[in-house]
């Protein structure tokens, strides 16, 4: 069956240092993956898009890789500050293409 | 402003009293969907409807039901509300077409007493 799996265990860093989240998946081919950012009790916020032919995005702090042989895409957020707490979900398409498939979330504390 | 709108944000209902929530789009999306959110379980699809008059099932589809009448709205009916139905919804849409992100609604608590 087809499996997003991120760490469950939450995250906590330090202020100023990079934060590195996972993102596995089995049984996919997606074409592309998302990173969605989510806050106790809010809709997920859409951050970043990456395509199976692309290897990295940035935007900003944020910066995503995607490995489609290993499949897994690594979400980084450098100069981390306090106000980057929130959980951070990862979705694939499904195979029809049209529905997102989205991971459990991990949980990211960012202390001063 | 793009948004998603659902309603109500809270509601809190008794065992077996038929409820509607809604959920509206303003961006002519084709796409909408419903998702259910339970600790360690993340996002749950219910339904999803791809276009007017066109849904179909999610992962947890029982008990709950859906209509596409307009391409902006897409409510969700719960018949008769159980407690395990208790949970956080959240409403969403996106474009076909091209393979964007998706948009969410802000959420409705539901508590089933």
């Known amino acids: 069956s087809q499996k997003i799996e991120q760490n469950s265990e939450a995250l906590n860093i330090q202020e100023g240092k990079t934060a590195t989240l996972t993102c596995n998946y089995t049984n996919y081919s997606p074409a592309y993956l998302q990173w969605y950012r989510q806050d106790p009790g809010r809709g997920p916020v859409f951050l970043l898009l990456?395509?199976?032919?692309?290897k990295e995005k940035r935007k900003e702090r944020l910066k995503v890789t995607f490995d489609t042989t290993l499949k897994q895409s690594l979400f980084h957020i450098t100069a981390s500050q306090p106000a980057d707490s929130a959980t951070y979900l990862c979705?694939?398409?499904?195979?029809?293409?049209?529905?997102?498939?989205f991971g459990k979330g991990t949980s990211l504390l960012v202390t001063p | 402003e793009a948004q998603v709108t659902q309603n109500p944000r809270y509601l809190i209902t008794v065992t077996g009293k038929k409820l509607t929530v809604t959920c509206s789009q303003n961006m002519n999306h084709e796409y909408m969907s419903w998702y259910r959110q339970d600790p360690g379980l993340g996002l749950r699809q219910i339904y999803y409807?791809?276009?007017?008059?066109?849904?179909d099932k999610g992962d947890v589809p029982e008990g709950y039901k859906v209509s596409r009448k307009e391409k902006r709205n897409f409510p969700l009916i719960l018949e008769s509300p159980s407690p395990n139905q208790t949970s956080l919804y959240f409403c969403?849409?996106?474009?076909?077409?091209?393979?964007?992100?998706?948009?969410f609604g802000q959420g409705t608590r539901l508590t089933v007493v």
């Open positions: 409807s791809m276009n007017v008059e066109v849904t």
């Open positions: 990456i395509r199976e032919n692309e």
């Open positions: 969403a849409s996106k474009k076909i077409r091209d393979r964007t992100e998706a948009f």
């Open positions: 979705a694939l398409d499904l195979d029809s293409g049209y529905a997102l498939n």
